[in-house]
């Protein structure tokens, strides 16, 4: 089984940044598309971004997209987000998740998830 460990949250300024990292226990790293997820309290778990195995195809929700740029570094086990210009909005738990195909992803599928990590944006 895959096992993901999301880092980097925490609390920004609306304007800022952060970069949340994702790293994977398995050997298999880079069978598998990834991405992430967010969900504020009392809302619907929300896509938020895809990547292909190979990096060379990714995908954004219409709210961050042109803010938030997924990334992977597969000889790290690694996938990356790095979060621009953050609004009030993005305030969420962020979910690392991993599946064969990028596509169903951005639909909310999802074989393996890790245990999220907290970015709140402050006014």
């Known amino acids: 089984q895959v096992q993901l460990v999301e880092s980097g949250g925490g609390l920004v300024q609306a304007g800022g940044s952060l970069r949340l990292s994702c790293a994977a226990s398995g050997r298999t790293f880079n069978t598998y598309a990834m991405g992430w997820f967010r969900q504020a309290p009392g809302k619907e778990r929300e896509f938020v971004t895809a990547?292909?195995?190979?990096?060379?195809?990714?995908f954004y929700s219409d709210s961050v997209k042109g803010r938030f740029t997924i990334s992977r570094d597969n000889a790290k086990n690694t996938v990356y987000l790095q979060m621009n210009s953050l609004k009030p909005e993005d305030t969420a738990v962020y979910y690392c998740a991993a599946h064969w195909s990028a596509e169903v992803i951005t639909r909310g599928g999802h074989n393996y998830w890790g245990q999220g990590t907290q970015v709140t944006v402050s006014s």
């Open positions: 990547i292909s195995q190979s990096g060379g195809r990714t």
